[in-house]
């Protein structure tokens, strides 16, 4: 192509194309070729996919009973520690030893109400975090 000076310039176009996906299946079009390079490749990857997947809710059901059932458990052993400490403490009190018997009831109500506002906090905390996160992805 010449210029107004009499010069020829050449003009060069390049195109770039890609595909992405995300996931663990491919989409369509790929998987049709798979099965054109390997015999059964699309079974094999939708089968893959599905063995994944199964693993994944069996190996996450494992984790919330467990944390159900840790759950449970400390929540009995620390009704069972509150209780005796209190038992203790109107046993000291009923026994003559005020003092004692005082201190050691408001010491295992101050644990409680320790423990009790410190897992609250936590779980609003991690309630806000998961909150975002949520937010993040579903911004992108």
Do not use: C
């Not at 009190?93 to 201190?103: H, K």
Request: proline letters at 5%.
């Amino acid at each position: 192509m010449p210029t107004p000076e009499g010069r020829s310039v050449s003009v060069q176009q390049t195109r770039l194309q890609a595909e992405f996906f995300s996931g663990p299946v491919p989409p369509p079009s790929l998987l049709a070729r798979y099965n054109d390079a390997i015999p059964d490749g699309a079974e094999r990857i939708l089968a893959m996919a599905e063995r994944q997947s199964k693993h994944r809710e069996l190996l996450e059901a494992q984790v919330v009973a467990g944390n159900l059932q840790s759950q449970r458990w400390g929540s009995w052993f620390a009704f069972i520690l509150a209780f005796t400490a209190i038992v203790g403490g109107i046993f000291l009190i009923y026994s003559g030893r005020d003092a004692s018997g005082l201190a050691t009831l408001i010491s295992a109500l101050v644990g409680l109400a320790t423990v009790f506002f410190y897992s609250r906090n936590k779980q609003n905390k991690e309630r806000v975090e998961k909150s975002t996160a949520l937010a993040d992805r579903r911004r992108r």
